[in-house]
C-alpha cells in the first residue's frame, strides 16, 4: 500500500539542510563498495554540515574551497570562477544557469551549502573574534547489543587459565565522546575517544579510561600559511597512488566522478585506530606556489614474531600489521601498540584556475621488519623496514575537457599510473574515461587510488562512466570497468581478469519524487573450488556477481518522507548452482517543522540462500555514525532511529534495531556469537553545542 500509495500523495516543498546531508552520505556509502563497509564519512560530513551552518560565498571563493563540495566537478568550478571574472559577480544563486555546467538539479544540490554576496567574508583574524564567533561541540555516544553474547558468559577459572582468550576482558558497551572547536574556516581542535565492545574501561590493561584518543590542533588560511596540523590529521595529494589518508571516493553509481581532488593536510576526527598520521605538518602558499611538508610517529598494532637464524641470534619481526583497532584479549593486547612508524614527506604543486602539477615524496620505516607469507602471491609484496614512494600528479582543463593522472615510483623502481579525461560532449551527455596501470612489484602501503585490487599493485584497468539526460526527468549513468592482473593474487593461482559494471535510469518529474532502476555484475576469477577439482595444479573459474534493484522516494510534505526498495542478487561460481538473495524494505521519516521529536523508521524482509548471495544496504544511524550492514540467510530487520531536539543547542538521538532470523539458531560466530534466533542493538547519543 505504501510503495503504490505513495505516487498520489501530495507535493511539498524542497528538504531541508539536514536531509540533504543525509541523502549525499547514503548515496556515497552505496558507491564505496561492498570491502568499504565501515569506512568513517566523518570528514565529509563535517565540511557538509559546516558549509550548510556557514554557506561558501560563491563571488569570493577558491578552487580549494569548491572542491569540498563532492557534487561540483573541475569544469564547472573552472567554469563558474572564469564566468564570475568575464562577467562581475552574481546577483542571485539561480544566475548559476548562465554556467555551462549548472544544471537545475546540480543547483538544487549545492543550493544549500553556498550563498552569493557582494560583501567578502571576513580575512582578518583576532583571538578575541575567534572565542566569540568559534562553536563548540561535544558528542557522547553509548550503544550495546543487549542479547548474551559468548565473549561475555561465565567461564570456570580452569578453563579460562587454560584457555585465556576464550572470554573478553571488558564490558559488552561501546563508548564515543568527541569534543570539537571550529571557528570559520581558520581554526580547529578537538578530542576524540572511544572504546569499544569486550574492552576495558578505567580497569585492568585500560586504566587510562578509553583505548583510543586522538587529538588535533588545525589552522588554516592565514596570509601565506595555508595550513598547519598538529596532533592527529590526514595527508592527501594526487590520485592517490603515492599517499592517501582519510575517506577516498571510488567507483560508483554516478559514473563519471571518478577524479581525486586531494585536500592536502586535514585535521583527523574518526575512530580508525591506525590510518592516520600523529605529528605535524605544514602548507604554505606562495602565489600559485604550495608548499607542504610533514612528519609522523605513532605507535601500531602488529602480529610479532621472533626468528632464530643460523647464528642463534633471534630478531623479531612483523608477520602482519592489524586495523580493527580492537583490544578486548590477552592475545588483542599483547598486539597492541607492538610497532612504531615514522612517516616524512612533502609536496610541491603549482595551481591555477585550470592548470596544476604537483610533485609529492614520502618514505616511511618500522622498528621491526616486515616479512610476508612463503605464498607465490606474496613475492612482490613490500618486506622490510623502510620503503619510499614518489610522484608526479596533473590536471588541466581545456575548454569541455579535463585531463588528470599521475605517475609514481617506489623505492624498488616498482611503476604505477593512472590517466583519465572528464568530458561534457553535449549539456545532457558527460563522459569520464580512465586507464591505470600498476605493476606488480609497485609497493606503496599508504596509497588508495580507484583502483579493483585492495593492494595497490598488480592491477591494468579500462574505465568509462558516463551520465547522460536524453529527456527531460530522465537520468542514464554507469561505468564498465576491465581489469587484470598480471601476477597471482590471493585465492588466485594464477594471472586472471575480470570486468564490472552498472547500469542506473532514474526519474525525476519533480522534487517530491525519485525513481530508480539499478543494474549491476562483477565477474572476477578464482582457483577452481576442491568439490570439482581433484587435480594438484588447479585452473581458474569465474565468480559473477549480479544484482537488480528498484528504488522509489517520495516526499509526502515537508514532514514526511517514504523510500521503498526491492532488490534481487544471484551468485554463481564455476560449474556450481546459481544462489540467489531477495530483499524488500520500507523506509518511513517523519519531521514535523514546529515540534521537537522526528524519527526514522524502516521494516525489511530478506531471503537468500547463502552469505554469498547477501545484499548490502545503508541504514539510518545517529549522527556521526554508520550503518552499512549485509543482509543474509532469511529473516526481518526492523530498526527505529529518534531524535529529540531539548534545547536549541542540545539534541538527543536514539536507535533500536532488531534483526530476526527465521532460519538460524545462532547468530555470528566465536566470541560474537548468539545462541538465538535475534539480535537487538540499542545506541543512544547526546549532542551539545555551544
Same mark, same amino acid.
Given at each position: 500500500m505504501l510503495l503504490f500509495g505513495s505516487i498520489f500523495a501530495c507535493a511539498q516543498?524542497?528538504?531541508?539542510?539536514?536531509?540533504?546531508?543525509?541523502?549525499?552520505?547514503?548515496?556515497?556509502?552505496?558507491?564505496?563498495?561492498?570491502?568499504?563497509?565501515? =569506512?568513517?564519512?566523518?570528514?565529509? @560530513?563535517?565540511?557538509?554540515?559546516?558549509?550548510?551552518?556557514? !554557506?561558501?560565498?560563491?563571488?569570493?571563493?577558491? =578552487?580549494?574551497?569548491?572542491?569540498?563540495?563532492?557534487?561540483?566537478?573541475?569544469?564547472?568550478?573552472?567554469?563558474?570562477?572564469?564566468?564570475? &571574472?568575464?562577467?562581475?559577480k552574481l546577483l542571485n544563486i539561480y544566475e548559476l544557469q548562465a554556467v555551462n555546467g549548472f544544471t537545475i538539479s546540480l543547483i538544487h544540490q549545492i543550493e544549500p551549502f553556498i550563498k552569493v554576496s557582494d560583501n567578502p567574508d571576513a580575512t582578518s583574524f583576532s583571538f578575541k573574534e575567534m572565542m566569540k564567533e568559534g562553536t563548540h561541540e561535544l558528542v557522547l555516544r553509548y550503544?550495546?547489543?543487549?542479547?548474551?553474547? =559468548?565473549?561475555? &558468559?561465565?567461564?570456570?577459572?580452569?578453563?579460562?587459565?587454560?584457555?585465556? /582468550?576464550s572470554r573478553y576482558l571488558g564490558d559488552p558497551q561501546k563508548y564515543y565522546a568527541r569534543?570539537?572547536?571550529?571557528?570559520? /574556516?581558520?581554526?580547529?581542535?578537538?578530542?576524540?575517544?572511544?572504546?569499544?565492545?569486550?574492552?576495558?574501561?578505567?580497569?585492568?590493561?585500560?586504566?587510562?579510561?578509553?583505548?583510543?584518543?586522538?587529538?588535533?590542533l588545525f589552522v588554516s588560511n592565514m596570509g601565506v600559511l595555508k595550513a598547519a596540523a598538529l596532533g592527529d590529521f590526514q595527508a592527501q595529494f594526487g590520485q592517490g597512488l603515492v599517499f592517501w589518508s582519510g575517506l577516498a571516493f571510488g567507483k560508483s553509481s554516478d559514473g563519471v566522478s571518478i577524479k581525486r581532488n586531494a585536500q592536502g593536510l586535514k585535521p583527523y576526527t574518526s575512530v580508525d585506530e591506525n590510518r592516520f598520521l600523529r605529528g605535524g605538518g605544514t602548507t604554505l602558499r606562495f602565489g600559485k606556489f604550495e608548499v607542504t611538508a610533514f612528519g609522523s610517529y605513532k605507535l601500531m598494532d602488529a602480529n610479532v614474531s621472533t626468528a632464530t637464524d643460523t647464528l642463534t641470534e633471534q630478531e623479531e619481526s612483523i608477520s602482519s600489521i592489524f586495523s580493527s583497532g580492537f583490544h578486548r584479549t590477552p592475545g588483542e593486547l599483547q598486539d597492541r601498540q607492538s610497532i612504531s612508524e615514522a612517516v616524512y614527506g612533502g609536496n610541491v604543486s603549482y595551481k591555477s584556475r585550470r592548470l596544476s602539477i604537483g610533485v609529492t615524496a614520502v618514505g616511511y620505516q618500522y622498528s621491526k621488519r616486515l616479512n610476508r607469507g612463503d605464498d607465490l602471491y606474496n613475492i612482490h609484496e613490500f618486506s622490510g623496514k623502510q620503503n619510499s614512494n614518489y610522484g608526479l600528479d596533473y590536471s588541466y582543463i581545456w575548454k569541455n575537457f579535463h585531463f588528470f593522472g599521475e605517475f609514481a615510483l617506489s623505492q624498488n623502481l616498482g611503476f604505477a599510473t593512472t590517466n583519465g579525461v572528464f568530458m561534457t560532449i553535449d549539456p545532457r551527455v558527460t563522459i569520464t574515461a580512465m586507464v591505470r596501470h600498476l605493476q606488480p612489484k609497485y609497493q606503496a602501503l599508504y596509497a588508495n587510488a580507484v583502483t579493483e585490487n585492495s593492494r595497490m599493485n598488480n592491477e591494468t584497468g579500462y574505465?568509462?562512466?558516463? /551520465?547522460?539526460? !536524453?529527456?527531460?526527468?530522465?537520468?542514464?549513468?554507469?561505468?564498465?570497468?576491465?581489469?587484470?592482473? !598480471?601476477?597471482?593474487?590471493?585465492?588466485?593461482?594464477?594471472?586472471?581478469?575480470?570486468?564490472?559494471?552498472?547500469?542506473? @535510469?532514474?526519474?525525476?518529474?519533480?522534487?517530491?519524487?525519485?525513481?530508480?532502476?539499478?543494474?549491476?555484475?562483477?565477474?572476477?576469477? @578464482?582457483?577452481?573450488?576442491?568439490?570439482?577439482?581433484?587435480? !594438484?595444479?588447479?585452473?581458474?573459474?569465474?565468480?559473477?556477481r549480479t544484482s537488480y534493484r528498484f528504488n522509489l522516494t517520495y516526499t509526502f510534505n515537508k514532514t514526511m518522507t517514504l523510500k521503498s526498495r526491492i532488490e534481487y542478487s544471484r551468485y554463481k561460481r564455476g560449474d556450481q548452482a546459481v544462489e540467489q538473495g531477495f530483499m524488500i524494505y520500507q523506509d518511513f521519516n517523519f519531521k514535523p517543522l514546529s515540534f521537537?521529536?522526528?524519527?526514522?523508521?524502516? @521494516?525489511a524482509y530478506f531471503d537468500t540462500e547463502t552469505y554469498n548471495s547477501r545484499i548490502y544496504v545503508y541504514e539510518s544511524d545517529v549522527l556521526y555514525a554508520y550503518s552499512f550492514p549485509a543482509y543474509y540467510y532469511r529473516g526481518m530487520k526492523a530498526y527505529l532511529v529518534l531524535r529529540y531536539d531539548i534545547h536549541r543547542n542540545i539534541d538527543a538521538w536514539v536507535r533500536v534495531s532488531n534483526l530476526f532470523y527465521s532460519n538460524r539458531d545462532q547468530i555470528g560466530s566465536g566470541l560474537e556469537a548468539i545462541n538465538g534466533k535475534s539480535r537487538t542493538d540499542i545506541k543512544v547519543q547526546v549532542r551539545f553545542k555551544f
Amino acid at each position: 500500500m505504501l510503495l503504490f500509495g505513495s505516487i498520489f500523495a501530495c507535493a511539498q516543498e524542497e528538504a531541508d539542510q539536514e536531509n540533504l546531508i543525509q541523502k549525499k552520505i547514503e548515496t556515497i556509502a552505496e558507491q564505496m563498495g561492498e570491502s568499504d563497509e565501515n =569506512v568513517d564519512f566523518n570528514t565529509l @560530513l563535517d565540511d557538509l554540515m559546516y558549509f550548510s551552518e556557514h !554557506p561558501i560565498n560563491i563571488n569570493n571563493t577558491t =578552487v580549494n574551497e569548491l572542491e569540498q563540495l563532492p557534487m561540483l566537478d573541475d569544469i564547472a568550478i573552472a567554469n563558474l570562477l572564469a564566468h564570475i &571574472s568575464a562577467n562581475g559577480k552574481l546577483l542571485n544563486i539561480y544566475e548559476l544557469q548562465a554556467v555551462n555546467g549548472f544544471t537545475i538539479s546540480l543547483i538544487h544540490q549545492i543550493e544549500p551549502f553556498i550563498k552569493v554576496s557582494d560583501n567578502p567574508d571576513a580575512t582578518s583574524f583576532s583571538f578575541k573574534e575567534m572565542m566569540k564567533e568559534g562553536t563548540h561541540e561535544l558528542v557522547l555516544r553509548y550503544q550495546q547489543v543487549l542479547n548474551p553474547q =559468548v565473549g561475555y &558468559s561465565e567461564i570456570e577459572d580452569s578453563a579460562l587459565a587454560a584457555s585465556p /582468550n576464550s572470554r573478553y576482558l571488558g564490558d559488552p558497551q561501546k563508548y564515543y565522546a568527541r569534543y570539537r572547536f571550529k571557528y570559520s /574556516n581558520k581554526i580547529s581542535w578537538g578530542l576524540t575517544m572511544e572504546k569499544d565492545p569486550g574492552e576495558q574501561f578505567f580497569k585492568g590493561t585500560m586504566k587510562q579510561g578509553f583505548d583510543f584518543y586522538s587529538g588535533h590542533l588545525f589552522v588554516s588560511n592565514m596570509g601565506v600559511l595555508k595550513a598547519a596540523a598538529l596532533g592527529d590529521f590526514q595527508a592527501q595529494f594526487g590520485q592517490g597512488l603515492v599517499f592517501w589518508s582519510g575517506l577516498a571516493f571510488g567507483k560508483s553509481s554516478d559514473g563519471v566522478s571518478i577524479k581525486r581532488n586531494a585536500q592536502g593536510l586535514k585535521p583527523y576526527t574518526s575512530v580508525d585506530e591506525n590510518r592516520f598520521l600523529r605529528g605535524g605538518g605544514t602548507t604554505l602558499r606562495f602565489g600559485k606556489f604550495e608548499v607542504t611538508a610533514f612528519g609522523s610517529y605513532k605507535l601500531m598494532d602488529a602480529n610479532v614474531s621472533t626468528a632464530t637464524d643460523t647464528l642463534t641470534e633471534q630478531e623479531e619481526s612483523i608477520s602482519s600489521i592489524f586495523s580493527s583497532g580492537f583490544h578486548r584479549t590477552p592475545g588483542e593486547l599483547q598486539d597492541r601498540q607492538s610497532i612504531s612508524e615514522a612517516v616524512y614527506g612533502g609536496n610541491v604543486s603549482y595551481k591555477s584556475r585550470r592548470l596544476s602539477i604537483g610533485v609529492t615524496a614520502v618514505g616511511y620505516q618500522y622498528s621491526k621488519r616486515l616479512n610476508r607469507g612463503d605464498d607465490l602471491y606474496n613475492i612482490h609484496e613490500f618486506s622490510g623496514k623502510q620503503n619510499s614512494n614518489y610522484g608526479l600528479d596533473y590536471s588541466y582543463i581545456w575548454k569541455n575537457f579535463h585531463f588528470f593522472g599521475e605517475f609514481a615510483l617506489s623505492q624498488n623502481l616498482g611503476f604505477a599510473t593512472t590517466n583519465g579525461v572528464f568530458m561534457t560532449i553535449d549539456p545532457r551527455v558527460t563522459i569520464t574515461a580512465m586507464v591505470r596501470h600498476l605493476q606488480p612489484k609497485y609497493q606503496a602501503l599508504y596509497a588508495n587510488a580507484v583502483t579493483e585490487n585492495s593492494r595497490m599493485n598488480n592491477e591494468t584497468g579500462y574505465y568509462l562512466g558516463f /551520465n547522460i539526460n !536524453p529527456f527531460k526527468n530522465w537520468f542514464l549513468n554507469g561505468y564498465f570497468d576491465i581489469f587484470r592482473f !598480471p601476477w597471482l593474487r590471493y585465492q588466485v593461482n594464477g594471472p586472471s581478469f575480470g570486468y564490472e559494471t552498472i547500469g542506473q @535510469l532514474i526519474y525525476r518529474p519533480s522534487k517530491t519524487l525519485e525513481i530508480y532502476f539499478r543494474f549491476r555484475q562483477k565477474q572476477k576469477q @578464482l582457483t577452481e573450488s576442491s568439490a570439482y577439482s581433484e587435480a !594438484p595444479i588447479k585452473g581458474l573459474e569465474n565468480e559473477k556477481r549480479t544484482s537488480y534493484r528498484f528504488n522509489l522516494t517520495y516526499t509526502f510534505n515537508k514532514t514526511m518522507t517514504l523510500k521503498s526498495r526491492i532488490e534481487y542478487s544471484r551468485y554463481k561460481r564455476g560449474d556450481q548452482a546459481v544462489e540467489q538473495g531477495f530483499m524488500i524494505y520500507q523506509d518511513f521519516n517523519f519531521k514535523p517543522l514546529s515540534f521537537p521529536l522526528s524519527f526514522t523508521a524502516r @521494516l525489511a524482509y530478506f531471503d537468500t540462500e547463502t552469505y554469498n548471495s547477501r545484499i548490502y544496504v545503508y541504514e539510518s544511524d545517529v549522527l556521526y555514525a554508520y550503518s552499512f550492514p549485509a543482509y543474509y540467510y532469511r529473516g526481518m530487520k526492523a530498526y527505529l532511529v529518534l531524535r529529540y531536539d531539548i534545547h536549541r543547542n542540545i539534541d538527543a538521538w536514539v536507535r533500536v534495531s532488531n534483526l530476526f532470523y527465521s532460519n538460524r539458531d545462532q547468530i555470528g560466530s566465536g566470541l560474537e556469537a548468539i545462541n538465538g534466533k535475534s539480535r537487538t542493538d540499542i545506541k543512544v547519543q547526546v549532542r551539545f553545542k555551544f
